[in-house]
């Protein structure tokens, strides 16, 4: 592999990391009660000003919808950058 492809690999990793992390405790909690006790305790989930309902006593609040939002538009910000650079590659 090029080093430029060993790159892209790295960032696509990456953002399959970021995006996960992000996502999997907010399924988890939805399907697991017990998770949802876990993930208050560990301030992940609120029980209180929940916008965002994951289950009858818990779920997000605006700051966390905010953050939710702040890594998805990072994790599509990183797609386009590789997408971009694959593209430019190909060109040359």
Same mark, same amino acid.
């Given at each position: 592999?090029?080093?430029?492809?060993?790159? &892209?690999?790295?960032?696509? /990793?990456? =953002? $399959?990391?970021?995006?996960?992390?992000? @996502?999997?405790?907010?399924?988890? %909690?939805?399907?697991?009660?017990?998770?949802? &006790?876990?993930?208050?305790? /560990?301030? =992940? $989930?609120?029980?209180?000003?929940?916008? @965002?309902?994951?289950?009858?006593? %818990?779920?997000?609040?605006?700051?966390?919808?905010?953050?939710?939002?702040?890594?998805? =538009? $990072?994790?599509?910000?990183?797609?386009?950058?590789?997408?971009?650079?694959?593209?430019?590659?190909?060109?040359?």
């Amino acid at each position: 592999m090029t080093q430029n492809s060993d790159d &892209d690999d790295f960032f696509n /990793w990456f =953002v $399959l990391a970021i995006v996960g992390a992000a @996502i999997a405790p907010v399924l988890v %909690a939805k399907f697991v009660p017990a998770a949802q &006790d876990f993930l208050v305790r /560990w301030h =992940v $989930l609120v029980t209180d000003h929940v916008l @965002i309902p994951l289950g009858p006593t %818990a779920g997000l609040d605006f700051g966390r919808c905010l953050i939710a939002v702040a890594v998805i =538009v $990072l994790a599509i910000v990183v797609v386009v950058r590789v997408a971009r650079r694959r593209s430019m590659q190909r060109q040359r």
